[in-house]
């Protein structure tokens, strides 16, 4: 035996080929590891970036969300008092027609013609507080033609006039904005 063969350090040494072949396979390992924390490190900044946008978009939604729910309380409120108020101003126009007829009955010995004149004033009172509030009369003339949106037929009755026109009016018709309050009611010509 050689004392080559007996020598430990022959023994137990890799054969260089086997070296030299595990030395590009850790190389090939270890870049194979650098791509892959270098995909993680991507990978974890761009769920960062959309973590962040999330948070943004999310904010944004709760703002509009508050947002909107304030606008629809502030309507709700404001159709609320809207409708208490509503009557506000008609009724502050009608509080002089009623002191005009408190001031009537406290006259205790008033002649007729004062009455009659205190009547005429608080009418004409009444009828500028309506005109105020757009309360319209509809009182159509004899001969007008009759118009269903504004006028009730009591009757039709035989006339000198052409048919389905007003003959007279049997109690004033009113509107309101344009909007038919009370219709007229009138009697209507008949064929003939």
Do not use: C, W
């Not at 406290?106 to 004062?114: R, V």
């Not at 504004?150 to 004033?172: F, M, Y």
Request: no cysteine; aromatic share 2%; net charge negative.
């Amino acid at each position: 035996m050689t004392t080559a063969e007996n020598s430990p350090d022959t023994a137990t040494a890799a054969p260089p080929s086997a070296t030299a072949s595990a030395a590009p396979d850790a190389a090939s390992s270890s870049g194979t590891a650098a791509e892959t924390a270098a995909g993680s490190a991507d990978l974890q900044n761009r769920l960062s970036e959309l973590e962040a946008k999330h948070a943004e978009v999310a904010d944004a939604y709760l703002r509009a969300k508050a947002e909107a729910e304030n606008t629809r309380r502030r309507a709700e409120e404001e159709v609320s008092k809207a409708r208490k108020f509503a009557v506000d101003a008609f009724a502050e126009s009608l509080l002089p027609v009623k002191d005009s007829l408190e001031a009537a009955i406290s006259i205790p010995a008033a002649t007729p013609e004062q009455l009659l004149e205190g009547v005429h004033a608080t009418l004409r009172q009444l009828a500028s507080a309506l005109e105020r509030n757009k309360v319209i009369e509809i009182n159509p003339a004899a001969g007008s033609k009759f118009d269903p949106h504004q006028h009730q037929a009591i009757s039709v009755v035989p006339a000198d006039q052409e048919a389905n026109t007003v003959v007279a009016v049997l109690q004033k018709g009113y509107l309101i904005a344009e909007r038919v309050l009370r219709p007229a009611l009138v009697t209507v010509a008949g064929p003939t």
